[in-house]
Each structure stands twice: as C-alpha cells, then as structure tokens.
C-alpha cells in the first residue's frame, strides 16, 4: 500500500506565496512522475506541474513563471513552490503520483493524494 499526504495549503492573499509538500509512504520500490493537479469548484481537475524521476518539469502555461515543482527522491517528497498567486488559483491540489511501484516484479500503479485546499483572496 502507498499513501500521498499532502500539507501547506491554506488561506492566501493575492500575490503570495504557499509551499506544498507530499511525501509518499509505503513499500515503495520506485517512483516514475510526481506532481500535482488541481480542481477548482465546477470545474475538471486540471494538471499543474509534473516532474519526472529525472527532474524534468512540465507546467501548464498558466503557472509558468510562478510555481516550482521539485522533488527529493531520497524522501519520495515533491514540493510546489507557489508564488505571485492569483484568485484564479484557488482550488484543491491533489498531489500525484505515476509509474509507481512497490516491487520489481509487479506492475506500476497511480496513486493520489486526499487533496489540501487553497484559497486565494482578500
């Protein structure tokens, strides 16, 4: 079994800053991509930023310039940096994790954390 736990999210103004973190635990023998997506009310979950088990990162353009993902492997933690935030990015982030794999006989799964909530607003 594998679990995501997620934390630093909260109440922010506008152009500030919060960091997210998400530690994966468990029997983990290794993990491909980790990132976070993101759903804001009514709408679909939308992809925020991904990083490979390389340190490539992919964000959506909307992001671009503001947020940082990162990740330690040692720690199978990944991190979101967010700055400059906006109200548009209020939502709940659920961290992501892809190509998971608890041995290295069996096959790889995703798994999902439990979402943080951030609000952005005055």
């Known amino acids: 079994q594998v679990q995501l736990v997620e934390s630093g999210g909260g109440l922010v103004q506008p152009g500030g800053s919060l960091r997210l973190s998400c530690a994966a635990s468990g029997s983990i023998f290794s993990i491909n991509n980790m990132g976070w997506f993101r759903q804001a009310q009514g709408k679909e979950r939308e992809l925020v930023a991904v990083?490979?088990?390389?340190?490539?990162?992919t964000y959506r353009d909307s992001v671009k310039g503001r947020f940082t993902v990162s990740r330690d492997n040692a720690k199978n933690t990944v991190y979101l940096q967010m700055n400059s935030l906006k109200p548009e990015d209020t939502a709940v982030y659920y961290c992501y994790a892809g190509g998971v794999r608890i041995s290295p006989i069996l096959g790889p799964n995703t798994y999902w954390g439990q979402g943080t909530e951030v609000t952005v607003s005055s």
């Open positions: 990083i490979s088990s390389g340190g490539s990162p």
